[in-house]
Nanobody, 115 residues
């Protein structure tokens, strides 16, 4: 079993920054992929960014150049630095880890971008 605990959400004005963090614990396999998804009210959950254990990162087009994903393999953590935030970034953000045939989710953290 794997547990994911997120932190760092909140309310920020447009153009501001937030940093989300996620700590994984439990039976972790090497070669896993960690990432962040988000879900806005009335919309489907969507991928924001993911990063492999080797450090290869992938971003959705709308956050490219504004968000940066990073991970610390020794500490089993993944972070998402979000800059130049826009109102359309408002959503619940979920940490995710995929390894072998397993997938786990965090409980979610609210990010609200509003003036």
């Amino acid at each position: 079993q794997v547990q994911l605990v997120e932190s760092g959400g909140g309310l920020v004005q447009p153009g501001g920054s937030l940093r989300l963090s996620c700590a994984a614990s439990g039976s972790l396999f090497s070669g896993n992929v960690m990432g962040w998804y988000r879900q806005a009210p009335g919309k489907e959950r969507e991928l924001v960014a993911l990063i492999t254990s080797g450090g290869t990162a992938v971003y959705r087009d709308s956050v490219q150049g504004r968000f940066t994903i990073s991970r610390n393999n020794a500490k089993s953590t993944v972070s998402l630095q979000m800059d130049s935030l826009k109102p359309e970034d408002t959503a619940v953000y979920y940490c995710n880890i995929k390894m072998s045939n397993y997938e786990y989710w965090g409980q979610g953290t609210q990010v609200t971008v509003s003036s």
